[in-house]
C-alpha cells in the first residue's frame, strides 16, 4: 500500500501532473487542498471517512463519505460499505466552487436517507414456490457499474447488484408494455 507524497498518511488516490516531467501521487484531501489552493477557495472544515445511517426497520448502512474539488464544482460522495464488498448505494451531490459546503454536505446525507428508504424491488413466492424479485409500483430507479466479466454493466437497484438477465426477468410482467429510460448523472435528483 502507497501513501500520499505530501501528508504520508493516506492512501493515494490522485495521479496529479504538476508539469511535464513531474507527477505526484496524492490522497483525496491532499488534491483538494491543493485545487482549493490553486483556485483561491476556502474550504470549510470536513472530516472524511465513516458515516451511519439508519435505514428501513433499523438497518444501519455504513457509508465512506469523501469531498471532490474540483475547477467544476465541489462535491460529496458516499458509497456504501458492505460485508461482501457489493457496490451497495452510492449517493452524490455538486454544486458549485462558490456553494455552501455546509448546506451541500447536509444535502447528501438527506440524500442518503431517502435513497436507502425508497425500495424499487419487491420479494414475493412464486406459485410454483421460487422466489421472485419484481419491480414495485411499475417504477425502478437504480445506477450502472462496470461488469469485469463482459461488455454490458451491471444493474444497481435497492443497493444490489443484478445482471441485465436478472433485471429482464423482474420485466416478464410487463410484455405489452411501453416504458422510458432516462439516464441522469449521479449527483442529479430523481424526482
Known amino acids: 500500500m502507497s501513501f500520499c507524497e505530501l501528508c504520508r498518511k493516506n492512501d493515494i488516490q490522485v495521479h496529479l501532473t504538476i508539469s511535464e516531467n513531474k507527477t505526484i501521487h496524492i490522497c483525496m484531501e491532499c488534491n483538494n487542498n ?13 472530516q472524511p471517512g465513516i458515516y451511519e445511517f439508519s435505514g428501513i426497520r433499523g438497518k444501519k448502512h455504513i457509508f465512506n463519505v469523501q469531498r471532490r474539488v474540483s475547477p467544476m464544482g465541489i462535491g460529496y460522495e458516499a458509497n456504501e460499505v458492505t460485508k461482501d464488498g457489493s457496490p451497495g448505494f452510492t449517493v452524490a451531490v455538486m454544486d458549485g466552487v462558490d456553494c455552501d459546503q455546509q448546506l451541500l454536505l447536509e444535502k447528501l446525507k438527506t440524500k442518503v436517507k431517502k ?3 425508497k425500495r424499487y424491488l419487491k420479494k414475493s413466492f412464486s406459485p410454483y414456490g421460487g422466489k421472485t424479485i419484481s ?11 462496470y461488469n469485469e466479466d463482459n461488455d454490458t454493466p451491471k444493474l444497481v437497484i435497492d443497493g444490489k447488484e443484478f445482471t441485465w438477465e436478472e433485471f429482464g426477468r423482474m420485466l416478464n410482467s410487463y410484455e405489452g408494455f411501453q416504458f422510458q429510460l432516462k439516464i441522469m448523472d449521479i449527483t442529479e435528483d430523481i424526482k
Open 34 to 46: 491543493f485545487t482549493a489552493n490553486y483556485m483561491g477557495i476556502e474550504l470549510s472544515s470536513f
Open 115 to 117: 435513497t436507502i428508504f
Open 135 to 145: 419491480i414495485k409500483d411499475s417504477e425502478v430507479t437504480g445506477r450502472f457499474e
